[in-house]
């Protein structure tokens, strides 16, 4: 009885839904394609990839210290051995802890960046479904097909990278 019942109310919820969206303006943006095409994306993307580099370069400076150390202990005493063992152990600590702390913080502004990004998305998908009439608009990602003629992406990704440049 509980399954027909649902099954009834979601007959209706669809039919309806459905005659809603002929007469409804629907449209679909591709979010992850305005993610990747926006102007704003690429800027952050190359500050990331320098900070990352700069990061890299330290970690292999550290590793590098750690070998010169680890090949200083062949040769020592066994006294001057067991504090370069302690010096071997605080450096590997050391990289351990700037690998973690490089990886969050490169993540928190990725984060950080990809918020900032869809605060810009947002709003401007709105605007241009109101100016052009839509009822909705559809994130193409989630969608498993669209006919032709609903995707509205490049005008999406037109205007964003058009307000990025005004207000650079």
Do not use: C, H
């Amino acid at each position: 009885m509980k399954k027909a019942l649902i099954s009834l109310i979601l007959v209706g919820l669809i039919g309806t839904g459905l005659a809603w969206a002929k007469d409804g303006k629907i449209g679909v943006v591709y979010l992850r394609k305005v993610f990747e095409s926006y102007e704003k994306t690429k800027a952050y993307d190359d500050k990331l990839a320098n900070k990352s580099r700069e990061i890299e370069k330290k970690i292999r400076d550290l590793q590098q210290d750690i070998q010169k150390i680890q090949a200083s202990i062949e040769v020592l005493g066994e006294k001057e051995r067991s504090q370069k063992i302690k010096e071997l152990r605080e450096k590997q600590i050391e990289l351990r802890k700037y690998q973690m702390e490089a990886m969050r913080n490169i993540g928190q502004e990725r984060e950080r960046y990809m918020r900032e990004i869809l605060q810009d998305i947002k709003p401007v998908i709105s605007d241009y479904a109101k100016k052009k009439g839509y009822d909705i608009i559809l994130n193409g990602d989630m969608l498993l097909y669209s006919v032709d003629g609903y995707d509205l992406t490049d005008d999406i990704v037109k205007l964003l990278n058009e307000n990025y440049k005004a207000n650079k």
